[in-house]
T-cell receptor, first 111, second 114 residues
Framework: AQRVTQPEKLLSVFKGAPVELKCNYSYSGSPELFWYVQYSRQRLQLLLRHISRESIKGFTADLNKGETSFHLKKPFAQEEDSAMYYCALSGPEDSNYQLIWGAGTKLIIKP | DAGVIQSPRHEVTEMGQEVTLRCKPISGHDYLFWYRQTMMRGLELLIYFNNNVPIDDSGMPEDRFSAKMPNASFSTLKIQPSEPRDSAVYFC????????????FGPGTRLTVL
């Protein structure tokens, strides 16, 4: 069954410390993985996707097919990174089009 | 484009009343999704449409919930009768096939059922 697991509901780190938001998935095939972010009082928006291999706002995420993981990392956390982060999975575009969502991790950056 | 538009932004109603949430997707997008977000359950997909046709409504919690998409620029999610456990933030999102499955979300409707 397709599933996305974010083991931490809440993650709290100090400003300047490294951040790693964990995401593991279960999918029989070649999935596309995403990280979405929801800042306070803002709409949910795409942060990054694995196929683009970009760094957005200092965040990176590498797809590890062996470990079926797509962890989100940032070397030095900033207060404005405080938000809700969702990991999501999608199959090929010609299949079922919906995203499978993780439960989300609330990231709090302490000053 | 103003992005996905939802109305109302906030709705407070009493148990038993009918609630209608509205969504205008991004012009040209052919997929529309309705989600519910709660602290306990996170983000749940309720139903999604492709070219105005409902594709998967398995996430709709019960018969009290219904959704329609009469045309490409408008969709509604109706709860009748509403119950306190329906209190949540309801999001609408749209996407365009062929653009890598990115979904664009509306600002959400915060529903409180007393």
């Amino acid at each position: 069954a397709q599933r996305v697991t974010q083991p931490e509901k809440l993650l709290s780190v100090f400003k300047g410390a490294p951040v790693e938001l964990k995401c593991n998935y279960s999918y029989s095939g070649s999935p596309e993985l995403f990280w979405y972010v929801q800042y306070s009082r803002q709409r949910l928006q795409l942060l990054l996707r694995h196929i683009s291999r970009e760094s957005i706002k200092g965040f990176t995420a590498d797809l590890n097919k062996g470990e079926t993981s797509f962890h989100l990392k940032k070397p030095f956390a900033q207060e404005e990174d405080s938000a809700m982060y969702y990991c999501a999975l999608s199959g090929p575009e010609d299949s079922n089009y919906q995203l499978i969502w993780g439960a989300g991790t609330k990231l709090i950056i302490k000053p | 484009d103003a992005g996905v538009i939802q109305s109302p932004r906030h709705e407070v109603t009493e148990m038993g009343q009918e609630v209608t949430l509205r969504c205008k997707p991004i012009s040209g997008h052919d997929y529309l999704f309705w989600y519910r977000q709660t602290m306990m359950r996170g983000l749940e997909l309720l139903i999604y449409f492709n070219n105005n046709v409902p594709i998967d409504d398995s996430g709709m919690p019960e018969d009290r919930f219904s959704a329609k998409m009469p045309n490409a620029s408008f969709s509604t999610l109706k709860i009748q009768p509403s119950e306190p456990r329906d209190s949540a933030v309801y999001f609408c999102a749209s996407s365009l096939q062929g653009t890598g499955n990115e979904q664009f979300f509306g600002p959400g409707t915060r529903l409180t059922v007393l």
